[in-house]
């Protein structure tokens, strides 16, 4: 079929060599070249010559920036397998590479058959037959036969010209004519929701990637692991879930909510951000305050700091100006007397006693002080009264988990499907952070649904634009009502979707992202989701598939949550609400009960006679 016997081989090549690199090279920072033959390369950009004795490996590419590779070689197929090997581990990014190989022997076309080639569109293989060079590429495009090879053009020895003028390197890109796009995803609400039975996709990431299909003419073809979730990455270059399927090319592109974490740009590449989204927790429900405390909830504990501090300066003040003016025979019983007289002088006012005349201290600073002291106790009084009238008809609840430092202080675990959720803060080094990785758990859908009904665990969840929040179906209607969402984010991240690492439909994916995100799709197609399902749809397959995967009840009661707090409703006065003012009157009868046994005992043993008055 092909012929390799050219009238003036090396001079036309380092001619036609020549001609390309700086027709269709001229935007490159830097050619990397591989030049046994000593071929005479004079390109208008930076080159790199070099010889094969040079070692293919991973320095070959360091710190010098060449995307686009011209090699004279004698196995084109063994030394792109050596480059696309030592390209895949590389941290540089080779998304829009070129490669342009001298073929010298028919065994070169085993080059179209390659599973590498299917990854990059941007191939030249060059052959020599008798007085003309021939240009082939792979078809790349289509629904089938993506890598047979494609006659080009031909260019003349003889008058240095080409056949038909064709472009070497043509657009594959802008119209793959049928390419299968193969789509990594799992169900995720809103960003994704594929229903196999009726072939219908919703969701922000899932219609973008789908629309992105459309747009460039390709044809989706899901690829779903719904059991692993979002997936893990290895050292081995191997995973599981939806980044262990784009890893190990089982799929193209990726998208459901993943983010934009910097150990995933090891193995993949990831677009430009989809949306911003902040992760927060559905936390239980402030309950209750013990009513038995009820008598303690008038004041706030500021309140009950000042009160003492109050009453400890009256005290000390009271016992200082009594001992001041006292004779201090028989010091020690004295002051004992002195001090339980002052005790008992301030008490009475704080519970609303009334002192007789005769306790109160003689003088003009005694004076002062007592209706000091009395204003005091007055003002407090009427704070006390009418706070406890308040929380005896109104109920009172714990203090809800808004913040994080809230949420670190509760000690509750937070749970979720799987360790990505963590991913994002797992080498934090703020305390805070350290703290709430320590506390995250993993259990099934089915585990989370037992723990849902119990108050022992917070639930992580995504709160996106527009009032739309990504819950886990283990949060149901039965449920929802029990939990309090948090006002703040643990955490925020920006969104985005991933590909094969060094993919070429990188660039085309963001300049589609952009144009989507400026015309506010993104947030239509999130939008969708939720609004075909609050409300009626024309469209009933819409209805049925969004409803599948999405409780509207728990939307509903959510976005509730988010502009309203737990309202607190007047309720009628019940036994719970003064028990424990009954306690604090039996506490008391029973204390006072104690000391009048003890002080029987003691004039018994002493043998004292009482004096009844």
Request: net charge neutral; aromatic share 14%; charged share 20%.
């Amino acid at each position: 079929m092909y012929s390799f016997h050219c009238a003036h081989p090396r001079f036309s090549t380092q001619i036609l060599l020549n001609i390309l690199l700086n027709t269709y090279f001229s935007s490159s920072r830097c050619i990397l070249v591989i030049n046994p033959n000593n071929l005479s390369i004079r390109a208008n950009v930076p080159t790199l010559n070099l010889d094969k004795s040079i070692r293919i490996k991973e320095n070959l590419f360091n710190y010098i920036g060449c995307t686009d590779f011209l090699l004279d070689v004698a196995h084109p197929v063994t030394d792109l397998q050596l480059f696309e090997r030592e390209i895949k581990f590389h941290p540089d990014r080779f998304n829009n590479r070129k490669y342009i190989f001298i073929s010298r022997n028919p065994q070169d076309f085993k080059l179209f058959h390659l599973q590498e080639i299917h990854y990059f569109n941007n191939l030249l293989l060059i052959s020599c037959e008798k007085d003309l060079f021939s240009f082939w590429t792979h078809k790349y495009v289509g629904t089938s036969g993506n890598n047979d090879p494609y006659l080009l053009d031909k260019w003349f020895i003889n008058n240095a010209s080409f056949l038909h003028n064709n472009n070497l390197f043509p657009d594959k890109l802008t119209d793959q004519q049928g390419r299968t796009l193969k789509v990594a995803t799992i169900t995720y609400i809103p960003y994704s929701i594929n229903d196999s039975d009726t072939y219908f996709y919703m969701g922000s990431q899932m219609i973008t990637m789908k629309l992105f299909a459309d747009y460039h003419n390709l044809i989706v073809m899901p690829v779903i692991n719904e059991k692993d979730y979002w997936g893990e990455l290895w050292e081995n270059w191997s995973g599981n879930g939806l980044m262990g399927n784009v890893v190990l090319d089982r799929a193209d592109i990726g998208g459901a909510s993943l983010y934009i974490w910097e150990f995933v740009y090891t193995y993949l590449d990831m677009s430009m951000s989809t949306i911003r989204t902040g992760v927060s927790c559905l936390v239980p429900a402030p309950k209750l305050l013990d009513t038995w405390l009820t008598p303690t909830y008038a004041y706030n504990p500021y309140t009950w700091i000042v009160v003492a501090v109050t009453f400890v300066a009256s005290f000390l003040t009271l016992y200082l100006i009594m001992e001041f003016q006292a004779n201090r025979r028989n010091f020690f019983k004295f002051q004992v007397k002195l001090f339980i007289r002052a005790l008992m002088i301030v008490v009475k006012p704080f519970i609303m006693q009334n002192v007789p005349k005769t306790e109160v201290i003689k003088g003009l600073l005694g004076r002062y002080l007592m209706g000091l002291i009395f204003m005091t106790t007055l003002i407090l009084s009427i704070m006390y009264d009418s706070g406890l009238a308040t929380t005896m008809t109104i109920p009172y609840y714990q203090k809800p988990i808004d913040t994080v430092e809230d949420f670190v202080d509760s000690g509750l675990p937070w749970t979720a499907t799987q360790i990505a959720w963590i991913m994002s803060i797992e080498d934090a080094k703020e305390p805070n952070m350290i703290k709430l990785v320590s506390k995250f758990k993993v259990f099934s859908e089915e585990t989370l649904r037992m723990y849902s009904h119990g108050d022992q665990m917070a639930f992580a969840f995504e709160r996106l634009p527009n009032e739309n929040y990504a819950i886990g179906p283990y949060i149901q209607k039965d449920v929802i009502e029990n939990y309090h969402m948090m006002r703040h984010d643990i955490y925020w991240a920006h969104s985005c979707l991933v590909l094969r690492k060094h993919s070429n439909l990188l660039q085309i994916l963001d300049m589609f992202i952009l144009k989507v995100f400026e015309a506010g799709l993104i947030n239509f197609w999130q939008n969708e989701v939720r609004e075909s399902v609050l409300h009626s749809s024309n469209e009933q397959c819409v209805l049925q598939a969004a409803t599948k995967y999405i409780n509207p009840y728990v939307q509903k009661v959510v976005k509730y949550l988010n502009h309203h707090s737990r309202q607190e409703y007047v309720v009628k006065l019940k036994m719970m609400h003064v028990q424990g003012a009954f306690g604090i009157l039996i506490f008391g009868s029973i204390l006072a009960f104690l000391v009048f046994l003890s002080e029987l005992f003691h004039y018994k043993f002493y043998k004292l006679d009482v004096v009844v008055v």
